[in-house]
């Protein structure tokens, strides 16, 4: 299935909060699978961001380097990030069948292409 990284990264932390849930093995499993997919596409985002903070980023008042909304370099950056969150990526996965859970709705949105509730 085609994702973008904005999608797989709003996806990570409600998976994560699934996988301290019981389930069967078999789901179990499948959620886990399922996270590390996720989690080695956002390796290859998380290089490409942390490339574009440190081009267009300075350091900040904690010695952190930040790219700061008021700066020349504001614009181009959000536009590269932007481009960043929107490429599209292909995932194999199948869908983890939940039964019987309580579920945030926030989180079955974002699931949604990931999970199916029944």
Do not use: C
């Amino acid at each position: 299935m085609k994702l973008t990284n904005k999608e797989i990264l709003e996806a990570i932390e409600p998976l994560k909060s699934l996988l301290e849930e019981k389930f069967p093995i078999k789901t179990s499993y499948a959620l886990a699978k399922l996270a590390v997919k996720l989690d080695n596409e956002l390796k290859a985002f998380n290089d490409v961001r942390t490339g574009l903070i440190k081009k267009y980023g300075v350091i900040g008042k904690e010695g952190q380097l930040v790219v700061e909304k008021d700066s020349e370099s504001w614009t181009e950056f959000e536009a590269n990030f932007t481009e960043l969150l929107n490429q599209e990526t292909e995932v194999v996965f199948e869908k983890v069948v939940l039964a019987d859970i309580n579920i945030e709705p926030s989180h079955v949105m974002v699931l949604d292409k990931f999970i199916e509730v029944k």
